[in-house]
């Protein structure tokens, strides 16, 4: 359920029915986007996108090419 419910909001996975709710507020397209910057993501399965390494750690946010460095150093990349 935990791992799904981030899967979702993550853009991992789509929601087939229903609806999701953060704060009596509707999770919908325009909103979820901004979500994302709440959260830190390790999945338990990784997940690789056909995109380059940068895009891949970005998870789809805007690249800050000060932040990536940072963080892929951290990560020993």
């Known amino acids: 359920g935990k791992s799904t419910l981030i899967d979702i909001i993550m853009g991992l996975h789509m929601v087939d029915s229903g609806d999701i709710y953060v704060d009596d507020k509707k999770l ?17 399965s990784i997940y690789l996108f056909a995109v380059n390494i940068a895009q891949n750690v970005a998870f ?5 090419e000060d932040k990536l460095i940072e963080v892929l150093k951290k990560a020993n990349i």
């Open 60 to 64: 789809g946010l805007e690249i800050k």
């Open 28 to 44: 919908t397209d325009n909103n979820i986007k901004s979500w994302k910057g709440y959260f830190s993501y390790i999945p338990q």
